[in-house]
């Protein structure tokens, strides 16, 4: 299984942007899909948003729709998940999964391979 670290966490105050950063520790995430995922305290892990292995389709969560975007750059080895117009509650651990496949679910069983995650709050 493919291994994964997160990058770009923070603290931001609400109506700002963050951009989170997926990248594999070793190898390269040309074949795989990717997902982000989020969990907040009390709160089962929710999918945000995916992008496939081939052609880049995307899916998006009807809460994130119109305001974050993910995209892959296979040169970089990275997938962004840029999040704009930020609200309290985007609070959450983010997570990025892998999997084989073109597939998008946005449910958090399908997918095999996880990071560690990266905390986004915001707050003012």
Same mark, same amino acid.
């Given at each position: 299984? %493919?291994?994964? %670290? &997160? @990058? =770009?966490?923070?603290?931001?105050?609400? /109506? *700002?942007?963050?951009?989170?950063?997926? !990248?594999?520790?070793?190898?390269?995430?040309?074949?795989?899909?990717?997902?982000? +995922?989020?969990?907040?305290? /009390?709160? &089962?892990?929710? =999918?945000?948003?995916?992008? @496939?292995? $081939?052609? /880049?389709?995307?899916?998006? #969560?009807?809460?994130?729709?119109?305001? +974050?975007?993910?995209?892959?750059? $296979?040169?970089?080895?990275?997938? +962004?998940?840029?999040? $704009?117009?930020?609200?309290? &509650?985007?609070?959450?651990?983010?997570?990025? #999964? !892998?999997?084989? *496949? @073109?597939?998008?679910?946005?449910? !958090?069983?399908?997918?095999?391979?996880? *990071?560690? /995650?990266?905390?986004?709050? %915001?707050?003012?």
């Amino acid at each position: 299984q %493919v291994q994964l %670290v &997160e @990058s =770009g966490g923070g603290l931001v105050q609400p /109506g *700002g942007s963050l951009r989170l950063s997926c !990248a594999p520790s070793k190898y390269t995430l040309d074949y795989y899909t990717i997902g982000w +995922f989020r969990q907040a305290p /009390g709160k &089962e892990r929710e =999918g945000v948003s995916c992008i @496939s292995s $081939n052609y /880049g389709s995307t899916n998006y #969560a009807d809460s994130v729709k119109g305001r +974050f975007t993910i995209s892959r750059d $296979n040169d970089k080895k990275t997938v +962004f998940l840029q999040m $704009n117009s930020l609200k309290p &509650e985007d609070t959450a651990v983010y997570y990025c #999964a !892998a999997k084989r *496949g @073109s597939s998008c679910p946005l449910v !958090a069983t399908d997918w095999p391979s996880w *990071g560690q /995650g990266t905390q986004v709050t %915001v707050s003012s």
